[in-house]
């Protein structure tokens, strides 16, 4: 919080949960703690990280029910398809969409799809 107060470098705070599959750290961190817990940091972010001017909703790591779910819980931003993610590949856990489907997603949630661009310039309205 205090680096985003002293550069104001970060567009966006994305929470992921972690998941084991395939990690060292699996051997310690044995339970997944769930779409519950990780909308809980969602809000508590949206409310402690008020200099930051994004919040993600992680679909991705969450699954698309959640990150629709997120929207109402502070997020402001879906994300993107993640053509290239590896993070969390490398943990077989594996997650694709297309653009027309979460246009889709975001409108079933009550809230108007927008492509943007990394530095949040607004492209198309959906």
């Not at 053509?83 to 409108?107: K, P, Q, W």
């Amino acid at each position: 919080r205090t680096l985003q107060d002293d550069t104001g470098g970060f567009t966006a705070f994305v929470p992921w949960s972690f998941k084991p599959g395939r990690t060292l750290l699996e051997k310690w961190i044995k339970q997944y703690k769930g779409p519950t817990t990780y909308l809980r940091v969602l809000a508590t972010a949206r409310l402690y990280l008020d200099n930051f001017p994004h919040v993600q909703a992680s679909w991705f790591s969450e699954g698309k029910p959640a990150g629709q779910v997120a929207l109402h819980f502070g997020a402001d931003d879906w994300g993107g398809t993640l053509f290239e993610e590896n993070v969390h590949r490398a943990a077989d856990y594996v997650n694709t969409i297309t653009v027309e489907e979460i246009a889709a997603l975001i409108r079933e949630a009550g809230f108007t799809p927008v492509q943007r661009t990394t530095a949040y310039e607004r492209l198309r309205v959906f």
